[in-house]
């Protein structure tokens, strides 16, 4: 069943159309990596489904309902969001950050307080040694783990990343994409992954879907993309190729 | 002989001290009660800011004796006493507090007020939990330019019977008395250190 469908999605700012009649469905469970060029519009495609942007024409539909039939808070709410640095909250501690959406569904503290610590755990960081830690104390990864965790707070359904290891290290990126894999068996969640780097899209996707100047170049399997005749797929596999 | 004229002096210094501060309080208080919820208003409108700021600026550069003798004849709000004088503070404290109330607001990176968006925060959430807790050191630091000038400012006030430190001064140059202008300035002076001191201290908790 899909969880989130696009169709005959446009997005124009003025005259000038940044997506193109998109149309495609995310299934439960799969990873969908929006690949795609800086502009080609894989960010917003991705905001679309938060409704933090709104589509100029067509419909973006979440378990059935049109985003702009959900109220925005409850569809967030339910929805984690992954950004670069994780964009934690910089006078909160980490321990606060991860028990943000918990707190605003007043959770009970006990409750929350567990909550952060098998979260935290569970992607790496011990929670005694960091719940009282703020951002600037924590290394980009650390940073990045506890916005992964943050995103998981509430079990959410659907989560959303934004080019989340752009700014890392590749060392820390390698792990940060293995515990990505890891995590994702373990939580079985369904997850739409922005990124322009082919390797990680290889790496992380189950499905690729292809941006090129706002319209869906290719949407298939990693195993797919590597066939696609599509002069943008072909651009990107020669990067790919070039770093083997 | 001597010590009968400080003695008289220190009596009357602090009754005066005492009218200084409920002048300066009540003003930087209204102040800030106008400033900080019209700066979280015009956060998020760039015209009316710029009218907001403008206008607030104006008030700012007129001369303050110049202000005080205005509202005088102005019926309701002018008249002779402390009520004129709280008015002018006021219209001098409300820009500091605005400009740096909207500096500190707009100031929050937009990338933290995205994830807190995409976090399905409600606008009072963001306001309440992540813009006015970073906005909150530039705020007070607006509150600090805001009480150190009205200290300042307020000794004119006694120009126009509104009482404080400005009693000493002005009648120290009356009558040329160094002592009695020393009397007024040396306690506006510390007024304005401890202010100072006391908000700063205050900004880094």
């Known amino acids: ?244 | 002989m001597l010590s009968d004229v400080l003695q008289d002096l220190l009596d009357e210094g602090l009754g005066l001290l005492g009218e200084h501060l409920v002048l300066v309080m009540t003003s930087v208080l209204i102040a800030a009660g106008i400033a900080i919820p019209l700066g979280l208003l015009l956060a998020s409108n760039p015209h009316g800011r710029r009218w907001a700021l403008g206008i607030a600026s104006i008030g700012q550069t007129i001369p303050s004796l110049a202000l005080f003798g205005f509202l005088i004849p102005i019926p309701f709000i002018g008249g002779i006493g402390p009520r004129t004088a709280i008015i002018a503070l006021v219209i001098y404290a409300l820009l500091p507090i605005l400009r740096n109330t909207v500096t500190g607001i707009l100031g929050v990176d937009p990338v933290i007020r995205d994830s807190a968006v995409a976090m399905g925060m409600t606008r009072g959430q963001i306001l309440r939990l992540v813009e006015l807790p970073l906005a909150k050191p530039t705020i007070i630091a607006g509150l600090r330019i805001a009480t150190v000038t009205t200290v300042g400012t307020a000794t004119i006030a006694a120009a126009i019977g509104a009482g404080g430190l400005g009693v000493f001064i002005f009648r120290g140059i009356a009558s040329v008395d160094k002592i009695q202008i020393l009397a007024g300035a040396i306690p506006a002076a510390l007024l304005a250190l401890a202010a100072d001191g006391l908000l700063g201290w205050l900004e880094k908790r």
Request: include cysteine.
């Open chain 1, 1 to 244: 069943m899909s969880v989130v469908d696009f169709r005959q999605v446009c997005f124009r700012i003025g005259e000038r159309a940044i997506l193109k009649d998109l149309s495609f469905s995310i299934e439960a469970g799969e990873t969908l990596v929006l690949l795609g060029r800086s502009g080609s519009g894989k960010t917003t495609a991705l905001r679309l489904i938060n409704s933090m942007t709104l589509p100029s024409s067509g419909e973006v539909r979440v378990e059935g309902k049109t985003t702009v039939e959900w109220d925005p808070v409850r569809l967030r709410r339910g929805i984690g969001y992954v950004i670069q640095e994780g964009g934690l909250f910089p006078h909160f501690t980490v321990e606060r950050n991860v028990g943000l959406v918990p707190e605003l569904e007043g959770w009970p503290a006990d409750r929350i307080a567990n909550r952060v610590g098998e979260l935290l755990g569970s992607v790496g960081l011990p929670a005694d040694d960091f719940r009282g830690r703020f951002p600037r104390e924590l290394s980009g990864g650390q940073r990045q783990r506890v916005g992964v965790a943050r995103a998981l707070a509430a079990d959410p359904k659907i989560l959303l990343f934004d080019e989340p290891f752009g700014a890392l290290d590749p060392v820390t990126r390698l792990d940060l994409q293995r515990e990505f894999l890891r995590l994702r068996g373990a939580l079985g969640k369904t997850s739409v992954f922005v990124t322009h780097d082919v390797r990680e899209a290889a790496i992380l996707a189950t499905r690729i879907a292809l941006l090129h100047e706002g319209a869906l170049a290719f949407i298939g399997s990693p195993a797919e993309f590597r066939e696609s005749p599509h002069p943008e797929a072909r651009a990107f596999l020669e990067v790919l190729k070039s770093a083997e």
